[in-house]
Each structure stands twice: as structure tokens, then as C-alpha cells.
């Protein structure tokens, strides 16, 4: 059984630091990555990870200022996040699952592996 759990969530001020952690159990997907939803929007993409960690991509909106690894040995995907702002408010949320032939941002709107998710909040 897939198992995916999120940790790392909180409330900060613009411009500070959060680290998101993803522990995977179960199985080793070959994509794994994090997309958040705020309220009233569309889940969207935020990085993913490719074959244990040699394929990044990153949205837009967060280059520069997030990071994305992964722990092989351990099956933890980390996400590390700097210069916050407002509009980083949103539930978190790790997936994992098989390429396809597709980019993991794509693949991994269909997977049927997600963690429970954890809320981050940026006040200004």
C-alpha cells in the first residue's frame, strides 16, 4: 500500500524560510512532486522530481525561490521553500507515480498517490 505523509506546514511572514517533507512508503515512484491548492483556485503544480532526483521542474511562480531534493536511501521529498510571499498561501500536497512517457507535472495529475497535504500561510 502507497502511502505518502507531509510534514513542515505553518505560518510565517513574508520573506521567511519553510521546509515541506514528504515520506514515501509502500513503493518508489519514478516521479514524485508537490502541487498546492489555495482556496477557490485550481491544484497547481509547484516542482517535481525525476528518476530520484536528476530531472527538476519548477512553475514559474516559484523559481529561484524553491527548492526540490529527495532522499533515495530514505524515500523523502523535500521542498524547500525561501522568500515566501502572500500568494505561496495554500495547501500543500505531495504525489507520487509512474512517468508514462509523460513530464512528471503531467503524469502526476493523474496519479492516484497523494498525501494528505499540509497547510502553509504567508502573511504580509
Known amino acids: 500500500r502507497v502511502e505518502l505523509v507531509e510534514s513542515g506546514g505553518g505560518s510565517v511572514q513574508a520573506g521567511e524560510s519553510l521546509r515541506l517533507s514528504c515520506k514515501g512508503s509502500?513503493?518508489?515512484?519514478?516521479?514524485m512532486g508537490w502541487f498546492r491548492q489555495a482556496p477557490g483556485k485550481e491544484r497547481e503544480v509547484v516542482a517535481t522530481s525525476y528518476g530520484g532526483g536528476t530531472t527538476m521542474y519548477y512553475a514559474d511562480s516559484v523559481k529561484g525561490r524553491f527548492a526540490i531534493s529527495i532522499n533515495n536511501h530514505y524515500n523523502i521529498l523535500t521542498l524547500q521553500m525561501n522568500r515566501l510571499k502572500p500568494e505561496d498561501t495554500a495547501m500543500y500536497y505531495c504525489?507520487?507515480?509512474?512517468?508514462?512517457?509523460?513530464?512528471?507535472?503531467?503524469?502526476?495529475?493523474?496519479?492516484?498517490?497523494w498525501g494528505q497535504g499540509t497547510q502553509v500561510t504567508v502573511s504580509s
Open positions: 509502500g513503493y518508489r515512484y519514478i516521479c
Open positions: 504525489a507520487a507515480g509512474v512517468s508514462n512517457g509523460s513530464p512528471c507535472p503531467e503524469a502526476l495529475r493523474d496519479s492516484p498517490y
